[in-house]
């Protein structure tokens, strides 16, 4: 059963009469009859009564309601096709890993569903080593994370340098500075992600240098949640600039000497790998931001 031959029926129903369906398809009436007639046979039932005026038979009003369906399917699947051939539909699956998720990427997904509104998201967030092998197992297409410990064959693209800052309570006496050392966070509490974190180790290691042991410690698994603990006045907190870029009531943004820890974020792929239209779009998109996000680090590095 073909489905111009069905177009024709349905076509044929909605203009009242052969020769109107015949314009609007833009075929000869004979072909419009000869379409008609093949759809009969391969039905096995008449579905048109001829005359002065057209009439469905009841078989024809069955089928007319059945066609409208399908060819509105028909057409919604012609256009996803289309879609798909220049890159505008499909499914892209992303990794991605705090603070980036919540801080960063909102912006581009909402610039990128805006040019590309028919492709559907999936976003997993995890941490790097989680995101690897996410996409070592296809679970993934790619990943916008940290540099994980292992790459599990999977190639890793520096976009971004991050750098250290310390977030402290308003009412800390570090926070009439604007720039503060390392060596002045003895005794403090400090609050740190997971043992496991590249960064957190390499934060760690220079505190260990700079004044020992003499500081206690609070771990806290989401490093989105560090600023809301800094002003409970639980502890003070070494992060990421970008985890630190906005800062609550009742807490205060610090420059910190002492802390040479520039953690990467970057675009994580899988080897060989070449992504679709529609996940490249987005990826020129990720890398055209951390540009500008890089920028203004450097800028910002030469006015300090």
């Known amino acids: 059963m073909e489905i111009r031959a069905i177009r024709t029926f349905a076509t044929i129903v909605k203009q009242g009469n052969f020769l109107k369906a015949a314009e609007v398809l833009n075929y000869s009436q004979p072909t419009i009859t000869l379409h008609i007639k093949h759809l009969e046979e391969e039905i096995g039932e008449k579905l048109l009564e001829r005359g002065k005026t057209l009439k469905l038979t009841e078989s024809g009003r069955v089928f007319y309601e059945r066609a409208k369906s399908l060819l509105q399917e028909y057409e919604k699947l012609t256009n996803t096709l289309q879609d798909l051939e220049v890159g505008m539909a499909g499914l892209i699956r992303i990794g991605i890993s705090e603070p980036t998720a919540s801080l960063e990427f909102p912006s581009i997904i909402a610039d990128f569903k805006e040019k590309y509104p028919h492709v559907e998201l999936s976003i997993q967030v995890a941490d790097a080593n989680t995101l690897s092998s996410l996409l070592y197992n296809d679970e993934i297409d790619f990943a916008i994370c940290g540099a994980p410990e292992v790459s599990m064959k999977n190639v890793f693209k520096p976009l971004y340098q991050d750098d250290i800052v310390l977030l402290v309570p ?12 390392v060596t002045e966070l003895q005794n403090e509490t400090i609050l740190f992600t997971p043992h496991n974190c590249p960064i957190r180790i390499q934060i760690e290691q220079n505190i260990v240098e700079a004044i020992g042991t ?14 809301h603990y800094v002003q409970a006045g639980l502890g003070v907190s070494l992060f990421t600039r970008t985890a630190h870029s906005f800062s609550i009531p009742g807490t205060k943004v610090v420059e910190i000497n002492g802390i040479n820890v520039s953690p990467p974020i970057g675009l994580l792929r899988r080897t060989h790998d070449t992504p679709g239209k529609a996940a ?3 990826i020129d998109l990720i890398e055209d931001a951390f540009h500008d996000k890089s920028a203004a680090g450097v800028a910002r590095a030469v006015t300090n």
């Open 214 to 227: 003499a500081y206690k410690k609070i771990e806290i698994t989401s490093s989105m949640s560090h600023k």
């Open 170 to 181: 308003s009412s800390h006496p570090l926070a009439e500075k604007s720039t503060a050392d």
């Open 280 to 282: 490249t779009q987005l």
